[in-house]
Nanobody
Framework: QVTLVESGGGLVQTGGSLRLSCLAS????????MGWFRQALGKEREFVAA????????YYADSVKGRFTISRDNAKNTMYLQMNSLKPEDTAVYYC????????????????WGQGTQVTVSS
């Protein structure tokens, strides 16, 4: 069982930056591929970014490529999402998720989820 806790959300103006963190409660954090997903009001949960267990491979949705950076610190059991040049359309609840083995981009492929953190970008 893995417990995930997100932090770092908040209210920011268009063009601003935020860094989200996801702390995992597991002794084998490096075995887990990690992902960030988001869900806007009235919309389905969508893939944002994912990272392999070692951190050597990263994947991004086209909508965030070049603006967001996913990373992880396995010594701290923590994954990050640096979000720059934020837009109003980035407004959503952001979730971190974990799965063993290979990186996937579908929410249904992830076994463990955090409670989410709200990101609001004002225009």
């Amino acid at each position: 069982q893995v417990t995930l806790v997100e932090s770092g959300g908040g209210l920011v103006q268009t063009g601003g930056s935020l860094r989200l963190s996801c702390l995992a409660s597991t002794r084998t954090f490096s075995r887990y591929c990690m992902g960030w997903f988001r869900q806007a009001l009235g919309k389905e949960r969508e893939f944002v970014a994912a990272i392999s267990g070692s951190g050597g491979s990263t994947y991004y949705a086209d909508s965030v490529k070049g603006r967001f950076t996913i990373s992880r610190d396995n010594a701290k059991n923590t994954m990050y999402l640096q979000m720059n040049s934020l837009k109003p359309e980035d407004t959503a609840v952001y979730y971190c998720a974990a799965r063993l083995s290979y990186v996937r981009v579908s929410p249904s492929d992830y076994n463990y989820w955090g409670q989410g953190t709200q990101v609001t970008v004002s225009s």
